[in-house]
């Protein structure tokens, strides 16, 4: 399935499988991918540690797994997976099976789950069998109990449901004969690659070829050494996060080490292993972690900013390693840029807002404008033209419409600086909440909290951590809350109903 506009200048491009290879025949032996060291405390199974040779054999295993199940060309695979080595694998895997996946945040449930994957025809979902205490693997086969499209259900881990494809095995394999898949036509990076989900659950489609472009513009304004190592915080459940853990690590060619959620002794012996590295962190962890003495002089921050507006009002960076903040918006694009001499985020420029600021001849893969509205837009090489692929359309999701000049509204208001020709985000977009990298929209927050309990309220308030979080008032805030969880709800609503101090303990 090919994106049309990216077709024009695929020729040369690599795939995402391309550059994985390359990393692989120039050190099969060395080290590629290791799990969290805490893995234990939050899904099944010991550490994972791969070389480059072992993790493109679980990847073909991956992938002959899901072509052997009948899966075809262009099968949209979604995936719900803690942020560990079988989030790397599946990903490749679907991909070298000629397929597309969809990555999942984690802290969706059943609710989300089928809005989203509803939308796009998926065929399979692959999931752990728990992720913490909420048992994902049960919660992806209710899902697929209510997705006519999807056929088959795979998961890593213990004790999965009966009916579910178990996946341990692909670490197991010491040769695997790939059946071929159909040659599709057209320039390989051209077709799509993967799928994320934008507010409203509106399924944004990228090509290869887009991915590359958003990973270069973090690995170029990072700095990053060929074969240097990556620790990573972010997993790949969103294309900020494609971008930063999956890419970064692929252009890098190094190792990448994987963090989920936040265990303090467990990163600090990360970080001590890696020296040299750039570490992928949200924007609200860092100045703890610099407090706590866990980054080295060598080591280059990478700030993602999910609320972006949020960086004209933080501090300076006081810390001998380099810092680059990532500003996201949602899933049409990110500006990155490495602080200058004040030690202050750098303000987007207006036009060009790449990596080509610090690298001599390197790609302009994103541009900035102000509207006539008064909001932030984008285009470039990584900004999508599509929200999701022709072949998938459902007649009532519009596309995503760009104006006369190939710009995209990302609905972030911003004002211009005349003295420094510079834009500033002074908000997120109208009525939406933006809590822990979760985007919700009031209204539809509104409408669910209605339907379990019409006299229940919900608000979003400022958050030091968060930017925001949500905090909720009902009659009989236990019940109701687990009236939420129980229709599938994300657990950032229905906990919000729970005692502060009993949400804080979950």
């Not at 020729?11 to 799990?35: I, K, N, Q, W, Y």
């Not at 100045?287 to 993602?304: E, P, S, W």
């Not at 960076?317 to 680059?324: E, K, L």
Request: glycine share 8%; proline share 7%; with cysteine.
């Amino acid at each position: 399935m090919i994106l049309g506009e990216a077709s024009r200048t695929a020729a040369a491009a690599a795939t995402l499988d391309d550059l994985f290879r390359r990393a692989g025949v120039s050190h099969p032996d060395t080290l590629a991918l290791a799990d969290p060291p805490n893995r234990a405390d939050f899904t099944d199974g010991a550490s994972r540690r791969l070389s480059y040779a072992q993790a493109d054999r679980a990847i073909s295993a991956v992938a002959a797994k899901l072509r052997g199940l009948g899966l075809h060309t262009d099968a949209v695979v979604g995936m719900q997976l803690p942020n560990t080595v079988e989030s790397l694998i599946t990903f490749l895997g679907v991909l070298r099976a000629g397929m597309i996946a969809a990555p999942i945040p984690t802290l969706w449930r059943q609710q989300d789950i089928v809005a989203a994957l509803g939308r796009i025809g998926a065929k399979a979902i692959i999931a752990s069998s728990r992720i913490g205490s909420a048992p994902h693997a049960e919660i992806a086969m209710q899902a697929a109990a209510a997705l006519f499209s999807v056929r088959q259900v795979c998961g890593f881990g213990h004790h999965l449901p009966d009916g579910m494809v178990p996946l341990d095995d692909v670490f197991a394999s010491a040769q695997v004969d790939m059946p071929v898949a159909p040659i599709r036509p057209g320039p390989a990076a051209a077709h799509i690659a993967a799928i994320t989900f934008d507010r409203d659950f509106l399924p944004v489609a990228r090509s290869h070829i887009e991915l590359v472009a958003g990973g270069l513009e973090t690995f170029l304004e990072a700095g990053s050494a060929v074969e240097a190592p990556t620790l990573s915080t972010i997993p790949i459940g969103s294309f900020a996060g494609i971008s930063l853990t999956l890419l970064h690590w692929l252009l890098a060619g190094g190792s990448l080490h994987l963090h989920h959620g936040f265990d303090p002794d467990a990163f600090a012996a990360q970080s001590r292993e890696v020296r040299s590295a750039a570490v992928m962190l949200p924007s609200a962890a860092v100045a703890g972690i610099a407090d706590a003495g866990l980054f080295d002089a060598d080591q280059t921050a990478v700030a993602l900013w999910r609320a972006p507006e949020r960086m004209i009002s933080t501090t300076a960076w006081d810390n001998p390693a380099a810092i680059v903040d990532v500003a996201s918006f949602g899933e049409v694009g990110l500006v990155a840029a490495r602080r200058g001499p004040n030690n202050l985020p750098t303000p987007l420029p207006i036009g060009s807002a790449s990596a080509s600021r610090r690298v001599s001849g390197a790609p302009i893969v994103i541009e900035t404008n102000r509207n006539g509205a008064g909001m932030l837009a984008l285009r470039g090489r990584m900004v999508p033209t599509h929200d999701f692929a022709a072949s998938v359309e459902r007649g009532h999701i519009p596309h995503r419409l760009a104006d006369g000049a190939g710009f995209i509204d990302t609905g972030f208001p911003c004002r211009l600086d005349q003295q420094d020709r510079a834009l500033h985000v002074t908000a997120p977009p109208a009525g939406l909440t933006v809590t822990g990298g979760y985007r919700f929209r009031q209204a539809d927050v509104d409408a669910v909290i209605a339907q379990a309990n019409p006299e229940a309220t919900l608000i979003a308030v400022p958050d030091a951590d968060l930017g925001q979080r949500l905090a909720g008032t009902a009659a009989d805030r236990a019940t109701l809350s687990a009236e939420l969880q129980a229709r599938g709800v994300n657990p950032l609503i229905s906990e919000a109903f729970r005692a502060r101090g009993a949400a804080e303990a979950a």
